[in-house]
């Protein structure tokens, strides 16, 4: 028999599981190993707890608990014989529990390795202080700007902030509704506002396998994680070129 236990670091929600029923399957996605041979398959494979295979899941998901910091927990179980899982892959949609307001979140993907969204029932306020200071000392990681309150994003590496709040990015991935819609490189993001946001953040992160991003701790400055959230700019230059930024909100 063996477990999957999950290890993650979760704001703002708990009860993490994969959306997983009989009109609507989770595939749990792992690396298998021969035990005989040892030879590991080259293809991801994918176990479904609705049918029928060499390996066996008997019982639903368990979720997975908010704590502080977070602790390994089972998710599953898999009967098998013959078989190895040496690593797994978060594909397919999860679901969550607002912490405090019991808000439902479905249709996560941590495909990536963490997720990012708004709890309007949490009602929490925070105002951000002069925020250049703190993006200053962040300058040479990765960082993400979200924009339009939440609907476009741009992830890379921090490269410098004036006086003026013009933050420069390098390596830079754009991302609208959650969907990768470009790699533009070198990027500037003009006269940059950060103002009071009417909602609280929620996120989840893997603990394990998330590269370079910088964990912050939530609620300062203007931040979650390793988000900045930002609700004005007057524009954005990509490699020299400019294009206008619509905020709405």
Known sequence: MLALALTAELTGVTNLVPTDSTDNPYYYTFKVQCTSCRETHANWVGVNRHRESSATIKAAPKQYEHSDPGKKQNIIEIDCRGLEFTDFKADGEWQATGLESGTKFSGIDLGEG????????????????????????????????????GQTEYKGRLISVDSYMNIQLSGTE????????????????????????????????????????????????????????????????????????????
């Open 114 to 149: 963490e997720w990012f969204d708004y709890d309007e029932k949490a009602g929490e306020e925070f105002t951000p202080i002069n925020p250049r200071p703190m993006l200053q000392s962040l300058v040479n990681e990765d960082v993400i700007i979200r924009l339009k309150w």
């Open 174 to 249: 754009e991302y609208i509704d959650r969907k990768h819609t470009g790699t533009l490189g070198q990027v500037l993001i003009r006269s940059v506002a950060v103002y009071t946001l009417p909602a609280a953040p929620v996120s989840i992160r893997r603990r394990a396998g998330m590269g370079a991003h910088r964990e912050i701790p939530p609620l300062t400055w203007g931040r979650c994680n390793n988000v900045l959230w930002v609700s004005a700019a007057k524009g954005v230059e990509m490699n020299g070129e400019s294009r206008d930024v619509k905020m709405e909100g």
